[in-house]
């Protein structure tokens, strides 16, 4: 991802909690405020490094503590579904729903601290794969197949 957006000539910056000195800078939460001051974009890496925690609690987490307007949930499939696309043909995908709807159905698109630390910091979350041809791109875009969970699980 890194790779695009430079290709782009879109300043960014990679940071990890875990220590990844050749590929990316420490997360140390002011200078990532800082990156994002000088309209630069951040990736977060690798989690938080803490055990019990996953990689999708802690993108929610670092939207949360970033004051993200969105959180970018690149997969291999492109949106939430009623079931696994992967393995039911009839599986259907949902252009928006809420995050109670995400826990109520237990969809498997993240895991619920995830979810609820996203409700409750109001940061909806956009899903879309990372396989198609222009999906980063489209979402950004608010264009092209991507489901859209936030409270009022609208578009």
């Keep these: ?9 879109v300043p960014v910056r990679v940071m990890s909690a875990l220590p990844i000195s050749a ?25 938080t490094g803490n055990p019990f925690f996953t990689t999708d609690t802690a993108a929610a987490l670092r939207a949360s503590e970033m004051n993200c307007d969105a ?5 291999r499939v492109d949106g939430v579904y009623d079931s696994d696309p992967e393995k039911s043909a009839n599986a259907k995908r949902f252009d928006a729903l809420s995050y109670i709807d995400v826990l109520s ?21 956009l899903v879309f794969s990372i396989s198609n041809s222009g999906g980063f791109n489209s979402v950004l875009k608010h264009d092209g197949a991507f489901t859209l969970v936030n409270e009022a699980g609208a578009r």
């Design 1 to 9: 991802m890194q790779s695009a957006l430079e290709q782009k000539d």
């Design 105 to 125: 159905r237990d969809l498997k698109v993240m895991d619920a601290s995830a979810i609820s630390l996203s409700r409750e910091n109001n940061i909806p979350i």
């Design 71 to 75: 959180l970018l949930k690149g997969t």
């Design 23 to 47: 590929v990316c800078e420490p997360y140390i939460r002011r200078r990532a405020m800082r990156h994002m001051e000088k309209g630069r974009i951040v990736i977060f890496a690798a989690g």
